[in-house]
T-cell receptor, first 115, second 113 residues
Framework: DQQVKQNSPSLSVQEGRISILNCDYTNSMFDYFLWYKKYPAEGPTFLISISSIKDKNEDGRFTVFLNKSAKHLSLHIVPSQPGDSAVYFCAASDNYGGSQGNLIFGKGTKLSVKP | GAGVSQSPSNKVTEKGKDVELRCDPISGHTALYWYRQRLGQGLEFLIYFQGNSAPDKSGLPSDRFSAERTGESVSTLTIQRTQQEDSAVYLC???????????FGPGTRLTVL
């Protein structure tokens, strides 16, 4: 039973437009959410996070929105750039900071940004 | 600066053989994690080390899997009597402490024939 779901395996966006990556979760105990970005042959790298006490966190072109009632979060990238092309993993934790290996990952969404 | 490194980058083995995967964490990071990603799946937690405490082995899928870490340095993940379903990318991550960002290595791609 998947606790973190990324229902879109892939997404294609034109350069300069907005990319929206979605993530749903089932465990109401999750209190911290993270997005990781992964290029081929490299490990995932941390992108942005949000705690359950917030509904929005912004860092440059990246914004994460959290809707606790819907158990849904999304990552917005504006404007999208070709270098953003990667696999994006949503992860959740029930232990603030994602410690102790309690990160539960989704399957990932492959984003392709076309010039 | 040096990040998390893993070796080998690729490993092909025959079913039934034992394999050993190595992880060198970032110097000074007390926490170390092993994950695996099977084809079409998300990252799956395997085991977690924090300093000299007993490791959290709750994610290990069977007793064929074991891992060791000496102090706050290198860790090895051992898979005995490998099966085809063990084929995956095995990722190691380290962090400064229990509530700090995890930094991932590039992974070891294991193929069991």
């Amino acid at each position: 039973d998947q606790q973190v779901k990324q229902n879109s395996p892939s997404l294609s966006v034109q350069e300069g437009r907005i990319s929206i990556l979605n993530c749903d979760y089932t465990n109401s105990m999750f209190d911290y959410f993270l997005w990781y970005k992964k290029y081929p042959a490299e490990g995932p790298t941390f992108l942005i996070s949000i705690s359950s006490i917030k509904d929005k966190n912004e860092d440059g072109r990246f914004t994460v929105f959290l809707n606790k009632s819907a158990k849904h979060l999304s990552l917005h990238i504006v404007p999208s750039q070709p270098g953003d092309s990667a696999v994006y993993f949503c992860a959740a934790s029930d232990n603030y900071g994602g410690s102790q290996g309690n990160l539960i990952f989704g399957k990932g969404t492959k984003l392709s940004v076309k010039p | 600066g040096a990040g998390v490194s893993q070796s080998p980058s690729n490993k092909v083995t025959e079913k039934g053989k034992d394999v050993e995967l190595r992880c060198d964490p970032i110097s000074g990071h007390t926490a170390l994690y092993w994950y695996r990603q099977r084809l079409g799946q998300g990252l799956e937690f395997l085991i977690y080390f924090q300093g000299n405490s007993a490791p959290d082995k709750s994610g290990l899928p069977s007793d064929r899997f074991s891992a060791e870490r000496t102090g706050e340095s290198v860790s090895t993940l051992t898979i005995q009597r490998t099966q085809q379903e063990d084929s995956a990318v095995y990722l190691c991550a380290s962090s400064l402490g229990w509530d700090n960002e995890q930094f991932f290595g590039p992974g070891t791609r294991l193929t069991v024939l």
